[in-house]
C-alpha cells in the first residue's frame, strides 16, 4: 500500500495526533475527572478507602450555595474584581498615554521601572508592601498622615485589608497590560490627529473620538484578560493576609485551596472549581456580546 | 509499510511514551537506608543525635529531610496519596488521628510492650494521651508544647497582687486592679484575637469533651458556655485589645513597654524573650501554670511525636532510631539544642531544666495536660473556632449566637464522621 491510499483524514490526524494526545491527557482527562469529583464527597476519609466515597450528585453545589463562607468569598472576589479591573486597566492606559506622548522623556526608563513589578516575585514584593502598609512604622500611613489623614491599620482592618490588597494588585499588574496598550497606540495613523488638530479638536477630543475607538479592541482584550487573572485571586491574600482579617479578603481561590489542601475536602473544592469557570465564563460572554452590540470587536 | 502493520507499532509507541515517566517515578530503594521527615528548627537538630545511633548501628545510614512547617501537613497527605511516605517522620499530635484514620501511620503497641526505653508511665499523661486513637498507640511523644501565662511581676506587684493569680476569679480581679492603674492605653492581658489556642485551652479546662462520641459538637455545654463568657468579658471591659497578632507590630518590645501585663504564650517564646527583652526587664517577668475555674487549670497538649509510616520497609531500624531519640540522654541534648520541653519525666531532672525558673510552671502544667479531640475533622473546627472567637472578641455575637454557631459548624463538618460511626468505620 502507498501512501497516497491513506485518506487525507488519516494522514490529518496523523498529524494532529500528538497536540491531541497532549491536550486529551493534560486538560480533557483531568478536567472531566475533576467534575466527576465534584459530584462526590471525596475527603480524608476517601483517601483512606474509596468505599467511605460517596456519591452526592449536586449535594456539593448545593451545600456551596448554603455557606456564608463561599457567597462571602463570592463577594470578596466580586469586589476585588469591580474595583481592580477598571483601576488596573485605568492605570496602565494613563501609563501607557503618558509613555505615548511626544514630550516624554527617557522612556525606556519608565518603561522598564513600570514594567518591573510584573517580573518581580510576588512573594519578595509581599513583604515590602507589608511594610509600606504598616500600621504604626508604614511610609503610606506617614506620607497620609502628611496630609492630616489618620492611621489606617491597612492589613487589620477589616474594612481595609481588601483595598490595600487592591492597590497592591493594580501596583503589580498594571505594567503588563501598559506593554500591551501601548504597542496599541504605536498603531494608530498620525494623520487622524493631524485631521482631528485641523478640525480644531482638543487634545481631550483626541482622547475621546480618535485614541478611544482605536482602542477599543485592545482595551476589551486587556479587560477580559484581566478579569480573567483578577477572578482567580489568591497569591495577594495569601501572603499578606492568610485570609483575615475577620475572613476579608478570602477569595474564592482561596476557600478553594483551603478546602481542598488543608482539609482535603477534593469533591468541595472541585465544585468550587467549576463554580468559578461557569461565573467567569458567563462573565466574559456577556462582555463580548455587549462590545460586539456597541461594534467594537 | 502496511496499516496493519503499523497501527501496533504505533501503540507500543505511544505506550513506552506514557509508561517511561512511570518508571522514573519508581523509588529508588537503598538498602538499609532510614528515612526521617522532620520540620523546622526539629528537623535541623536532629541531624545531630543521628551519629550516636549510626555508631550502635553500623548497617543502616539515616536520611533527614527538612520540611517547612507551613507545608508540612499537606506534603505528608499528599506523600500518602501518592505512597511517597518516608520510614519515620516527626508529626505533630494534633493530626496523629487523621493520619491513623486513613491508615498513614502504624500502631506501636507491640513495640512499646517490647521496649524498655519507650514506657508509658515515664511520660506526661496528657501528651501521651495525645497519640492513642481507638486504643491503640501511634507515635511517641517527642517534645510537648503548652500554653500557659508570661506575665510581669512588677506591674501585677504595683496592682498589689504578690503571686500570680490560681483561679479565674482571683485572675478576673488582678486584670481589673492593672487595668485600673495602667488607664485607657494600656490592657491586662494580650490575647491575640486571630489565635483559638487562648480559647480553646480556657475551654478544655471545664472537664467537658468540645465533641460528643456520637461525632457532635457540644460547644453548647455549660462548661464551654462559661469560657466564652470568660473570654468575651475580657474585651468587653476593655481588659484585653481587640487586635490580631499582626498588628502587634512587636510583642516583646510591647511587652517591655507595659502595653500588657499578662499573655498567654508557649515554651519557645521563653528563649525569645530572654534574648529580645532589654536586660533592665530581666527579673521583672516570669511565667506561670494556667488559672482554672476553681483552682490550678488545665492546658492543652500540643507539640510534636515520632511515628513510623505504614509502608516503612524496616519498621525494626525506625523502631531503634524512635528508642534512641527517646532516651532521657537524646531528650536532654535535644532540649538543650532546640529549647523544646522533653515529655518524660525523667528527662527534666537534669541538666539546665532543674534549675531553670522560667521552666518551673511549664512542669507543673504538664501534669495539667488535655489533648485535643482526637478527630481527623478537628483542624477544621479549630479554623471554625477561630473565625467565631474573633466574632465574639470583637463583640459581633453573643456567647450564646456564638456557642450555637460552633456547634452548627462542627455538626455540618461531622457528618460524614457521624455516616462512618455508623457503619462501624470510624477509629
Not at chain 2, 462548661?223 to 507590630?249: M, V
Not at chain 2, 456557642?403 to 477509629?427: P, S, V
Request: proline share 6%.
Amino acid at each position: 500500500m502507498t501512501a497516497r491510499a491513506l485518506g487525507t483524514s488519516t494522514a490529518g490526524w496523523l498529524f494532529v495526533a500528538p497536540a491531541v494526545s497532549v491536550i486529551g491527557v493534560f486538560f480533557a482527562v483531568p478536567v472531566f475527572l475533576a467534575l466527576a469529583l465534584s459530584f462526590t464527597d471525596f475527603d480524608i476519609y476517601a483517601l483512606a478507602s474509596l468505599k467511605n466515597l460517596r456519591f452526592v450528585g449536586l449535594g456539593n453545589y448545593l451545600l456551596l450555595l448554603r455557606t456564608p463562607l463561599f457567597w462571602r468569598a463570592l463577594g470578596n472576589t466580586l469586589y476585588f474584581v469591580i474595583v481592580g479591573v477598571p483601576l488596573s486597566v485605568g492605570a496602565s492606559l494613563g501609563a501607557a498615554l503618558l509613555l505615548n506622548a511626544k514630550a516624554a522623556r527617557w522612556k525606556p526608563v519608565f518603561r522598564t521601572a513600570m514594567f518591573a513589578p510584573v517580573v518581580t516575585s510576588l512573594v519578595a514584593v509581599a513583604v515590602i508592601w507589608r511594610y509600606l502598609l504598616h500600621a504604626k512604622y508604614g511610609l503610606i500611613n506617614y506620607a497620609l498622615s502628611g496630609i492630616g489623614v489618620r492611621p489606617i491599620d491597612w492589613l487589620g482592618d477589616p474594612h481595609w485589608a481588601m483595598p490595600a490588597i487592591i492597590l497592591f494588585a493594580v501596583w503589580k499588574n498594571f505594567g503588563y497590560n501598559m506593554v500591551i496598550l501601548l504597542a496599541g497606540l504605536q498603531t494608530i495613523p498620525e494623520d487622524l490627529y493631524e485631521a482631528a488638530r485641523i478640525d480644531g479638536a482638543s487634545t481631550f477630543q483626541q482622547l475621546r473620538h480618535v485614541t478611544m475607538p482605536s482602542l477599543g479592541p485592545v482595551i476589551l482584550l486587556v479587560t477580559i484578560l484581566t478579569m480573567a487573572g483578577y477572578f482567580q485571586l489568591f497569591a495577594e491574600p495569601y501572603v499578606m493576609t492568610q485570609g483575615g482579617p475577620l475572613q476579608s479578603t478570602v477569595s474564592v481561590l482561596y476557600f478553594m485551596y483551603e478546602q481542598g489542601f488543608k482539609f482535603w475536602n477534593l469533591g468541595v473544592a472541585s465544585a468550587v472549581a467549576f463554580m468559578l469557570f461557569l461565573l467567569m465564563f458567563a462573565i466574559t460572554m456577556a462582555q463580548l456580546l455587549l462590545s460586539r452590540r456597541q461594534g467594537v470587536a | 509499510m502496511t496499516l496493519e502493520r503499523s497501527a501496533p507499532s504505533r501503540r507500543a509507541t505511544l505506550g513506552l511514551l506514557a509508561g517511561a515517566p512511570l518508571a522514573a517515578c519508581g523509588r529508588a530503594e537503598v538498602r538499609g537506608e532510614l528515612k526521617l521527615w522532620a520540620m523546622g528548627r526539629e528537623g535541623e537538630v536532629v541531624q545531630s543525635l543521628i551519629p550516636a545511633f549510626q555508631t550502635a548501628n553500623p548497617g543502616t545510614t539515616v536520611r533527614v529531610q527538612q520540611l517547612p512547617w507551613s507545608a508540612a501537613h499537606e506534603k505528608l497527605l499528599t506523600a500518602f496519596a501518592g505512597d511517597d511516605l518516608p520510614d519515620l517522620g516527626q508529626v505533630g499530635n494534633t493530626w496523629i488521628p487523621e493520619l491513623a484514620a486513613i491508615g498513614a501511620i502504624a500502631p506501636l503497641d507491640a513495640r512499646i510492650r517490647a521496649s524498655s526505653v519507650v514506657a508509658p508511665t515515664a511520660y506526661f499523661p496528657g501528651v501521651w494521651a495525645t497519640n492513642e486513637v481507638g486504643g491503640r498507640q501511634f507515635g511517641i511523644p517527642w517534645y510537648v508544647d503548652t500554653r500557659l501565662l508570661f506575665y510581669r511581676k512588677d506591674i501585677l506587684a504595683e496592682a498589689g497582687y504578690a503571686e500570680p493569680p490560681v483561679t479565674w476569679g482571683a485572675w478576673l480581679a488582678s486584670m481589673r486592679a492593672i487595668k485600673a492603674k495602667v488607664g485607657p492605653s494600656r490592657y491586662a492581658i494580650l490575647l491575640p484575637i486571630n489565635e483559638p489556642e487562648p480559647l480553646l485551652a480556657l475551654g478544655v479546662q471545664q472537664g467537658e469533651p468540645l465533641i460528643t462520641a456520637e461525632g457532635y459538637g457540644n460547644f453548647r455545654s455549660a462548661g464551654f458556655k462559661r469560657a466564652l463568657g470568660f473570654y468575651r468579658e475580657l474585651f468587653a471591659s476593655g481588659l484585653a485589645p481587640a487586635a490580631t497578632s499582626s498588628q502587634i507590630a512587636n510583642v516583646w518590645s510591647e511587652f517591655a513597654r507595659g502595653l500588657f501585663a499578662f499573655y498567654i504564650t508557649g515554651p519557645w517564646n521563653i528563649g525569645e524573650f530572654k534574648r529580645r527583652l532589654p536586660p533592665g526587664l530581666a527579673g521583672r517577668w516570669t511565667t506561670a501554670p494556667l488559672p482554672g475555674p476553681n483552682g490550678p487549670g488545665a492546658s492543652l497538649a500540643g507539640g510534636s511525636s515520632l511515628a513510623i509510616f505504614s509502608r516503612a520497609r524496616d519498621k525494626d531500624a525506625a523502631w531503634r532510631l524512635i528508642e534512641h531519640l527517646s532516651t532521657p540522654e537524646s531528650q536532654s541534648r535535644f532540649e538543650a539544642l532546640t529549647g523544646d520541653l522533653p515529655p518524660r519525666r525523667d528527662a527534666w531532672t537534669t541538666g539546665t531544666l532543674a534549675g531553670d525558673p522560667y521552666v518551673k510552671a511549664f512542669r507543673e502544667q504538664l501534669e495539667r495536660l488535655t489533648p485535643a479531640p482526637k478527630i481527623p475533622e478537628w483542624e477544621r473546627i479549630v479554623a471554625d473556632v477561630t473565625v467565631v472567637g474573633e466574632q465574639l472578641a470583637r463583640g459581633v455575637v453573643t456567647v450564646d449566637e456564638a456557642a450555637a454557631e460552633l456547634d452548627r459548624r462542627a455538626d455540618a463538618t461531622l457528618e460524614k464522621r457521624r455516616w462512618m460511626i455508623g457503619r462501624g468505620r470510624a477509629a
